[in-house]
């Protein structure tokens, strides 16, 4: 297992992965074999240029993607493949979830589109009102939902 020399955390390889099934949520319309890339403006807090792509082993947590990610049209899940590396993503388990129960990851490379879930169940109109409100609330604060 590999660490990340300056926080000391293991990353591990997709082949270290298993047959651990991954999830990407987005409003991007994406084909089989497509790369989902870091580079790109995030979807929260200030649309900074991502230095990680986000994944997680949870369909609730892909639907949260699905449903706040910006731009048109519908939310969708993808099954992904992480193409290297990945490592819990910070912005959950070391602040809100200590142990990673959500099952979140991030990575530097690339993401493999593998295949798509057409049948998920998203969250209620409260629910991502509620959600949509509380991450407004942080940007006010001047709290940013995502850091690298």
Do not use: C
Not at 97 to 119: A, C, F, H, I, Q
Not at 121 to 134: F, L, R, T, V
Request: proline residues 5%; neutral net charge.
């Amino acid at each position: 297992m590999k660490t990340n020399g300056s926080k000391d955390k293991p990353l591990e390889s997709a082949r270290d992965q298993g047959s651990q099934r991954f999830y990407h949520g987005t409003k991007a319309n994406l084909k089989l074999g497509d790369l989902i890339e870091p580079g790109f403006n995030s979807n929260y807090g200030k649309r900074r240029k991502a230095s990680y792509v986000y994944l997680t082993a949870t369909l609730d947590a892909a639907a949260w993607g699905a449903e706040l990610a910006l731009g048109e049209g519908p939310g969708r899940i993808y099954i992904v493949e992480p193409t290297g590396a990945i490592e819990d993503d910070p912005n959950l388990t070391d602040k809100k979830y200590p142990g990673n129960p959500t099952k979140s990851y991030r990575s530097r490379n690339s993401l493999r589109v593998t295949g798509e879930v057409s049948d998920w169940q998203g969250h209620s109109p409260e629910q991502i009102k509620a959600m949509e409100e509380h991450l407004e609330q942080l940007k006010r604060l001047g709290i940013e939902a995502i850091e690298d």
